[in-house]
Structures are given as structure tokens and as C-alpha cells.
């Protein structure tokens, strides 16, 4: 059975860190390109960050360069976000897809495996 689950979100500080998982279970990451999302409340669902199937190339959103980092444990068959120096802009439900393409973001909703979505909240 196919299953994708998201972890690690919480309520952090401005200027802190988390790292979020990406966990899969039925089938292995590294066959995949994996995308990173984020929604808020009243707004559309944006990319944030990917990364391709090995070798493995990365994408990230201009609004997370240089603050964000994506990455595989293929032995743990894990995708990982640690995003650092967060803004209160990063606040937002974080999904996790796979078989899509990192160009674009491309993850359709019908043909893509998505997670349930963990919440991540920067707030003083």
C-alpha cells in the first residue's frame, strides 16, 4: 500500500528551524521527483522546494533561497525540508508529492502521491 506521511511541522519563532520528513512506505523515493508545498489559509498552493530523481537535481522558490534545503536518505527512504531563518511568511500547511516534475512544480492531484500535510506556524 502506497503511503506518504508528512512530520516534523510545530509552532516555532521567527529566525528558528525545523526540519520536516517526508516518509514513504509501498514504493521507493528515489524512483520519484519529490516536491515540497506550502498553503495558507486564503491563498494558493505554491511549490517551495524539489528535487528530482538520482542523480538528483534541486529547485527552491525564490522566497526560501539560501534559508531552505532539500534532501534524500534513500536508506531511510525519507525526503527531508530543513528550512532555517524562518519568516513569518513560511507559515502555512507543508505537503510532501511524488512522481511529478520539479520543473514547474507539476504534481497533479489525480496521477501524483500526496501526504496528508503537516502544519508549520512562525509566530513571536
Known amino acids: 500500500q502506497v503511503q506518504i506521511v508528512e512530520s516534523g511541522g510545530g509552532l516555532v519563532q521567527p529566525g528558528g528551524s525545523l ?3 517526508c516518509a514513504a512506505s509501498g514504493f521507493t ?3 520519484y521527483a519529490i516536491g ?7 491563498k494558493e498552493r505554491e511549490g517551495v522546494s524539489c528535487i528530482s530523481s538520482n542523480p538528483g537535481s534541486t529547485y527552491y522558490a525564490d522566497s526560501v533561497k539560501g534559508r531552505f ?4 536518505d534513500n536508506a531511510k527512504n525519507t525526503v527531508y525540508l530543513q528550512m532555517n531563518s524562518l ?3 513560511d507559515t502555512g500547511v507543508y505537503y510532501c508529492a511524488a512522481r511529478g516534475y520539479c520543473s514547474g512544480y507539476v504534481f497533479p492531484l ?8 503537516t502544519q508549520v506556524t512562525v509566530s513571536s
Open 29 to 31: 523515493l528515489d524512483y
Open 69 to 72: 534545503t532539500i534532501s534524500r
Open 87 to 89: 519568516k513569518s511568511e
Open 36 to 42: 515540497w508545498f506550502r498553503q495558507a489559509p486564503g
Open 19 to 21: 526540519r520536516l520528513s
Open 110 to 117: 489525480n496521477k501524483s502521491y500526496w501526504g496528508q500535510g
